[in-house]
T-cell receptor, first 110, second 115 residues
Framework: RKEVEQDPGPFNVPEGATVAFNCTYS??????FFWYRQDCRKEPKLLMS???SGNEDGRFTAQLNRASQYISLLIRDSKLSDSATYLC???????????FGTGTQLKVEL | DAGVTQSPTHLIKTRGQQVTLRCSPK?????VSWYQQALGQGPQFIFQ???????QRGNFPDRFSGHQFPNYSSELNVNALLLGDSALYLC??????????????FGPGTRLTVT
C-alpha cells in the first residue's frame, strides 16, 4: 500500500463548479498534512496546510480526519486558473521528510 | 532574495553515463532535500543533507549519491544511468531541522532525459 493515496484523475469541471479531492495516508504517526499545487512542468508550491479543525483560504477548504487517516480539499467556484495538479503531502517527523501522493489533475473548462 | 536555484535546467544523457545536478538553497536555509518526479507521479524523496551530511535517505539505490558544501549548496550525482532515471529532479530547501521547521521551498527542477 502506498503511503499516500489520492483520487485518480483527471477531473474535468466547468468554470464555477465545486470540486473535491480526497487523500488517505497509511502512517498513523504522520504529523502534518498539506496540499501542494503543481502547474505543468513547474515545481510544486504550497497551497495550504491541513488541520483537524478544518481550515479555509478563500475558495479553498481543507479537512483532516486523523481517525480515518483521510484528508480532503474542496475548491468552490472553480476558475480556469485553478487548472493544475494537486498533490496531497504528509510530513513525518524525524527530519523534514515529505511524502507526496501521485497527484490529481484538475482541468477547469469554459 | 533569491529562491532555490537549480542547474542545469535540462540535460540529455546516454545510458551508462554519470550526471551531476546542482542546487543552491534559499537564503537563510541550511537543509537541502532532493526528490525525483517521474512523469505522472508525485515527487519521491531521494535524500536530505544537513551540516554536510546525509541525514535521511529514501528508497533509492547507491547509484544516487550527494554532497553538501559549506555554503549549503548541494549536488546530486547519479552513476550508471538507466532509462528509468529520466525524470524531473527537484531540490527543496528548508531551515532548522532541529527546530522542526518543516516548510520546504522547491527549485524549478532539472529535467533529465536518458536515451
Amino acid at each position: 500500500r502506498k503511503e499516500v493515496e489520492q483520487d485518480p484523475g483527471p477531473f474535468n469541471v466547468p468554470e464555477g463548479a465545486t470540486v473535491a479531492f480526497n487523500c488517505t495516508y497509511s502512517n498513523s504517526a504522520s504529523q502534518s498534512f498539506f496540499w501542494y499545487r503543481q502547474d505543468c512542468r513547474k515545481e510544486p508550491k504550497l497551497l495550504m496546510s491541513v488541520y483537524s479543525s478544518g481550515n479555509e483560504d478563500g475558495r479553498f477548504t481543507a479537512q483532516l480526519n486523523r481517525a480515518s487517516q483521510y484528508i480532503s480539499l474542496l475548491i468552490r467556484d472553480s476558475k480556469l486558473s485553478d487548472s493544475a495538479t494537486y498533490l496531497c503531502v504528509v510530513f513525518t517527523g524525524g527530519g523534514n521528510k515529505l511524502t507526496f501522493g501521485t497527484g490529481t489533475q484538475l482541468k477547469v473548462e469554459l | 532574495d533569491a529562491g532555490v536555484t537549480q542547474s542545469p535546467t535540462h540535460l540529455i544523457k546516454t545510458r551508462g553515463q554519470q550526471v551531476t545536478l546542482r542546487c543552491s538553497p534559499k537564503s537563510g536555509h541550511d537543509t537541502v532535500s532532493w526528490y525525483q518526479q517521474a512523469l505522472g507521479q508525485g515527487p519521491q524523496f531521494i535524500f536530505q543533507y544537513y551540516e554536510e551530511e546525509e541525514r535521511q535517505r529514501g528508497n533509492f539505490p547507491d547509484r544516487f549519491s550527494g554532497h553538501q558544501f559549506p555554503n549549503y549548496s548541494s549536488e546530486l550525482n547519479v552513476n550508471a544511468l538507466l532509462l528509468g532515471d529520466s525524470a524531473l529532479y527537484l531540490c527543496a530547501s528548508s531551515s532548522g531541522v532541529l527546530a522542526g521547521d518543516w516548510e520546504q521551498y522547491f527549485g524549478p527542477g532539472t529535467r533529465l532525459t536518458v536515451t
